[in-house]
T-cell receptor, first 111, second 115 residues
Framework: GQSLEQPSEVTAVEGAIVQINCTYQTSGFYGLSWYQQHDGGAPTFLSYNALDGLEETGRFSSFLSRSDSYGYLLLQELQMKDSASYFCAVRGLDYGQNFVFGPGTRLSVLP | EAEVAQSPRYKITEKSQAVAFWCDPISGHATLYWYRQILGQGPELLVQFQDESVVDDSQLPKDRFSAERLKGVDSTLKIQPAELGDSAMYLC?????????????FGPGTRLTVL
């Protein structure tokens, strides 16, 4: 099975850089994904790492280290609209190859 | 841009009543998921379909929940009877068969309140 851990809350100011960590225990997975969810809204896909290393998509970057069972989402040039919950997720190799989500990190961006 | 459609957006019901949620995935997406999300937590898988077949319903409380995707397109999730603990957001997501294999596209969700 899979289990993921994330910090429950992170606070930062506009323009700053913030890193949201995700540690996991898994019997095997295809890759690590990140989703953003605003209050009352649906999760939206942000980034995906199949291989170790850094993936960059605009202001967002994501990192994976399989040897450390660790990944993170890096948000640069924070904007007020980035205030949301962020979830990491893995798709397992077991039957169904389903996604397991972390508990989520609530990011608050202050002016 | 294609989107996953869900209805209704909000549902208030009394316990012991039956409720049903509908989902229309992005056209051509073979894989469809139903998730339940309790406030402040991550989505938890209820059932996964590949075309019209159930691939995984191990977390679906089958004594009261049922799901179907008869023609491999849209899907319905039913709860009967609803219990207070079923109050949550019910999310539907779809995924392409091969392209963007690890990208799920979520619908807006149905917020269920059981009184």
């Amino acid at each position: 099975g899979q289990s993921l851990e994330q910090p429950s809350e992170v606070t930062a100011v506009e323009g700053a850089i913030v890193q949201i960590n995700c540690t996991y225990q898994t019997s095997g997975f295809y890759g690590l994904s990140w989703y953003q969810q605003h209050d009352g809204g649906a999760p939206t896909f942000l980034s995906y790492n199949a291989l170790d290393g850094l993936e960059e998509t605009g202001r967002f970057s994501s990192f994976l280290s399989r040897s450390d069972s660790y990944g993170y989402l890096l948000l640069q040039e924070l904007q007020m609209k980035d205030s949301a919950s962020y979830f990491c997720a893995v798709r397992g190799l077991d039957y169904g190859q389903n996604f397991v989500f972390g508990p989520g990190t609530r990011l608050s961006v202050l002016p | 841009e294609a989107e996953v459609a869900q209805s209704p957006r909000y549902k208030i019901t009394e316990k012991s009543q039956a409720v049903a949620f509908w989902c229309d995935p992005i056209s051509g997406h073979a894989t469809l998921y139903w998730y339940r999300q309790i406030l402040g937590q991550g989505p938890e898988l209820l059932v996964q379909f590949q075309d019209e077949s159930v691939v995984d319903d191990s977390q679906l409380p089958k004594d009261r929940f049922s799901a179907e995707r008869l023609k491999g397109v849209d899907s319905t999730l039913k709860i009967q009877p609803a219990e207070l603990g079923d109050s949550a957001m019910y999310l539907c997501a779809s995924r392409a068969r091969e392209r963007d294999a690890d990208t799920q596209y979520f619908g807006p969700g149905t917020r269920l309140t059981v009184l």
